[in-house]
Nanobody, 115 residues
């Protein structure tokens, strides 16, 4: 499917781990974003078709993005979770690098980290 489908969100305690999945056929850049209540949606991590990755400073060293090409799935491994990581996490898949290239958002998956 073109539109990505996220899964894996849950309620966890601070210090815990979660792995989010994003199933999406096609695309050349896959990214994770998050939006906390009352906040703007923010960038978390991305990976491109060459395997190059980028991370927000707030998650560096704790989160890891990866892609399984055979399964057309992108993962976000989240370790050492903090209450401030609580948000709806969205997957975004871009089908080009140009500004006007098509991209698609998933419906989001809720991650709640309790203190």
């Amino acid at each position: 499917q073109v539109r990505p489908v996220e899964s894996g969100g849950a309620l966890v305690h601070a210090g815990g781990s979660l792995r989010l999945s994003c199933a999406a056929a096609g695309g050349i850049i896959w990214g994770w974003y998050r939006q906390a209540p009352g906040e703007e949606r923010e960038f978390v991590a991305q990976i491109n078709s060459r395997g190059s990755t980028k991370y927000a400073d707030s998650v560096k060293g704790r989160f890891t993005i990866s892609r399984d090409n055979d399964k057309s799935t992108v993962y976000l491994q989240m370790n050492s979770l903090k209450p401030e990581d609580t948000a709806v996490y969205y997957c975004k898949v871009a089908h080009g690098v140009a500004v006007d290239s098509p991209y698609y958002w998933g419906q989001g998956t809720q991650v709640t980290v309790s203190s």
